[in-house]
């Protein structure tokens, strides 16, 4: 059997599959994510470690007898994993949902910086990515950098802390400094942002089909044979795609987790032009995938279903109650209507504005608790199309669509998303698609002739309702609208513009 691992932003999972693909075992464990007030977002190594550990003894005890074939890594992407040369953290992770880099790249956006990068990488910056947090550190805590040998991801975190050795998969080195055709790092792209003396820090990616052994520490975390071959990669967005058996350029997946990833397979790479004022702005990201002539047009949102969960939280309620809440109202929330930007650091995709924040209108008193919640829902959904057609403008034609992560699992969200998609919709059974595409990626690495439909999970089809295409048509106009208003809002407010007097008192 092979195990895949995924090790997501607040939760590991492993699962253990035959050479069918028929999945024999599973374990997770909840991971610590420590949230400060001032915006900063940051992981603990050892307890990442710790719940790697955990999962992968419990699966291969309860999968029986059978010999691991392979150990295979995937989990979150961005962020900052920095690290000395035995692997140790010198200072604690960084997520991808931090926020220390916002400043940095609100100037990058002024002076153009964002709009040169992107044209050399394709890469939309963002303040979880290497690049501002190379210089929020390089200001806040020079020593850290001095200390590292290496500014890495989760997964390579992982690779080199169970094998040894120090490397990075291709996917998460894409963003921001890659030339993804190439495979290597642009020098240009690190001087545009002003930490090329901190190249040495970033690992060579490591070849397609790349297979590590477990060295005797690796051995000893995990419980398997020194020896044991390991995979590392491609980290969770393109390992969901490679799960979900898609490959054919215009194929699709939403991701419905923590993030909302919208993606499209291309065998092409063309950056929209930022120099083209009547085009979008940079934003997203293209991907390297375990194929070198394929590559994912990303558009990873911050929104997801963690502001869902905030907003359950906060109305008191619990997510088993999501279905009731859905299916009590109807298609337009009863006028309510949401902005979902509810993380600290902004957004990413489709648009890059670290001042992004939540809103929502419509509210009388004769709202619901379900129309609220239905809003957010559908804004959420209406953030993927608008995703979707920046992902979409750059291939072909359209394919198969799959969506998969929790928020899948909701029959009535998944109908949302098929009615403001317009498009049916494949929800495998199997929302956790990211260790099956690590293991598909193992297999394949060891020689073995992978049948993606024989691997696939099953699945069933939410097909758009017409009744509703109308009513989520002209409820995606207003949303844009409503973006493009509360985002020159967010401009003003950042200028100052309620600096003046205050009013007189009557």
Do not use: N
């Not at 850290?144 to 094998?163: F, H, I, K, P």
């Amino acid at each position: 059997m092979i195990v895949g691992v995924d090790v997501g932003t607040s939760m590991t999972k492993a699962d253990a599959y035959d050479e069918q693909g028929r999945k024999l075992a599973s374990a997770e464990r909840a991971s610590r994510l420590e949230q400060f007030p001032d915006g900063r977002v940051e992981q603990d190594l050892e307890d990442v470690v710790g719940t790697v550990a955990d999962v992968v003894r419990r699966v291969v005890a309860e999968a029986g007898d059978r010999e691991v074939r392979a150990l295979a890594l995937t989990g979150q992407g961005d962020g900052m994993w920095l690290r000395d040369e035995q692997g140790a953290a010198v200072r604690p992770p960084i997520s991808w949902l931090d926020d220390r880099g916002a400043d940095v790249v609100r100037g990058w956006q002024d002076d153009g910086t964002l709009a040169e990068v992107y044209r050399r990488t394709g890469a939309g910056l963002f303040p979880g990515c290497h690049a501002p947090l190379l210089v929020a550190l390089e200001r806040d805590e020079p020593e850290a950098l001095e200390r590292a040998t290496v500014a890495g991801y989760c997964v390579d975190a992982l690779v080199q802390r169970l094998t040894g050795v120090v490397t990075v998969d291709a996917s998460d080195a894409s963003l921001p400094f890659l030339d993804v055709v190439s495979r290597r790092y642009d020098d240009a792209a690190l001087e545009a942002c002003g930490v090329a003396q901190h190249r040495g820090l970033l690992a060579e990616p490591a070849p397609s089909g790349a297979v590590f052994a477990l060295d005797e520490r690796g051995a000893d975390i995990v419980g398997l044979p020194v020896g044991t071959p390991v995979t590392g990669g491609p980290f969770d967005l393109p390992a969901c795609a490679v799960g979900a058996g898609l490959s054919a350029p215009g194929d699709g997946l939403v991701i419905i987790g923590t993030t909302l990833a919208c993606e499209v397979f291309t065998d092409r790479v063309a950056p929209d032009d930022p120099d083209d004022a009547a085009g979008p702005e940079p934003a997203g990201m293209w991907l390297c995938t375990p194929q070198d002539e394929l590559w994912l047009r990303a558009m990873p949102a911050m929104v997801g279903t963690a502001g869902l969960d905030w907003l359950l939280d906060f109305l008191g309620v619990g997510i088993d109650a999501l279905p009731e809440l859905l299916e009590g109202t109807a298609p337009g929330a009863g006028g309510v209507s949401a902005l979902p930007f509810l993380a600290a650091s902004g957004e990413r995709a489709p648009f890059v504005d670290t001042r992004a924040r939540g809103q929502m209108e419509g509210i009388t008193l004769s709202t619901r608790r379900g129309d609220v919640v239905r809003a957010v829902c559908e804004g959420i959904a209406y953030t993927a199309k608008h995703c979707f057609e920046r992902a979409a403008s750059s291939v072909d034609r359209q394919g198969t669509l799959v969506a998969c992560g929790g928020g899948s699992q909701s029959g009535p969200w998944a109908q949302i998303f098929a009615d403001v998609l317009e498009r049916p919709l494949v929800v495998p059974d199997d929302p956790g698609l990211g260790t099956r595409g690590a293991a598909i990626t193992a297999a394949r690495a060891l020689g073995d002739d992978v049948d993606p439909a024989a691997w696939a999970a099953p699945s069933r089809t939410v097909e758009p309702s017409a009744d509703a295409h109308t009513c989520y048509a002209d409820g995606y106009l207003r949303y844009r609208a409503h973006v493009d208003t509360a985002r020159s809002f967010w401009a003003r407010q950042a200028q100052g513009f309620r600096r003046g007097p205050a009013p007189a008192r009557p």
